[in-house]
């Protein structure tokens, strides 16, 4: 299967710093990348989708202001999480998919606030 | 958003049993996924379903799309250690409108397997 990276694979920050989380796909070119919070014993819960070359659609109650998607090229997009809060800590997750065929998920960067 | 209802929600048995677990849906999906989410990891695609009522395997994994596509289940026949994790169902439309990719995920099958 294809091969999605992240990173970093965890970080740690002050509350009110912002963090970036870069997904990169590996050995394909993805149209788009999709972007997923996941708190601990639940499921994946899609942030916002991200079309290379164009602004990302958020989910509803997600506030696309915080949370900052920027996909430059077919292979690398970027979430940043600006002034972060203890509540933010989470495990994000990203995928990718070359049209809207199957989805590869990245491993995940797991993200602590203090 | 939307979630699927998935059960059970955790299951305990001993390597060798079968394990079966399934998925519904109030929505009608044209595809449906099972993947599995080890500790600290992303989920893993195990078995893609495109059409309903289609019947597929992966060694011994075996994955139903339901005939109203509102459902589907997945086996795990001789389970073993390793099959130990996180098992998430998930839906995606392939046709136009806002929904159009996404996935829709279950709550998740948290498998535990004693040697």
């Known amino acids: 299967g294809a091969v999605v990276s992240q990173h970093p694979s965890w970080v740690i920050c002050k509350s009110g710093t912002s963090v970036k989380i870069e997904c990169r796909s590996l050995d394909f070119q993805a149209t788009t990348m999709f972007w997923y919070r996941q708190f601990p014993k639940q499921s994946l819960m899609l942030m916002a989708t991200?079309?290379?070359?164009?602004?990302?659609?958020?989910e509803q109650g997600v506030e696309k202001d915080k949370f900052l998607i920027n996909h430059a090229s077919l292979t690398l997009s970027t979430l940043t999480v600006t002034s972060a809060h203890p509540e933010d800590s989470s495990f994000y997750i990203c995928?990718?998919?070359?049209?809207?065929?199957?989805?590869?998920f990245g491993p995940g960067t797991r993200l602590l606030v203090l | 958003g939307q979630q699927l209802n998935q059960s059970p929600q955790s299951m305990f048995i001993q390597e060798g049993e079968d394990v079966s677990m399934n998925c519904t849906s109030s929505?009608?999906?044209?595809?449906w996924l099972w993947y599995k989410q080890d500790p600290g990891e992303g989920p893993v695609l195990l078995i893609a379903?495109?059409?309903?009522?289609e019947l597929t395997s992966n060694g011994r994994l075996t994955a139903q799309f339901g005939i109203t596509r509102k459902d589907s289940f997945l086996n795990i026949s001789a389970s073993i250690p390793s099959d130990v994790g996180i098992y998430f169902c998930?839906?995606?439309?392939?046709?136009?409108?806002?929904?159009?990719?996404?996935?829709?995920f279950g709550q998740g099958t948290i498998l535990t397997v004693h040697p």
């Open positions: 995928s990718a998919t070359r049209g809207m065929g199957t989805q590869y």
């Open positions: 929505s009608i999906f044209n595809t």
């Open positions: 379903l495109y059409k309903a009522g």
């Open positions: 998930a839906g995606q439309l392939r046709a136009g409108g806002t929904s159009y990719g996404k996935l829709t």
């Open positions: 991200s079309n290379e070359g164009s602004k990302a659609t958020y």
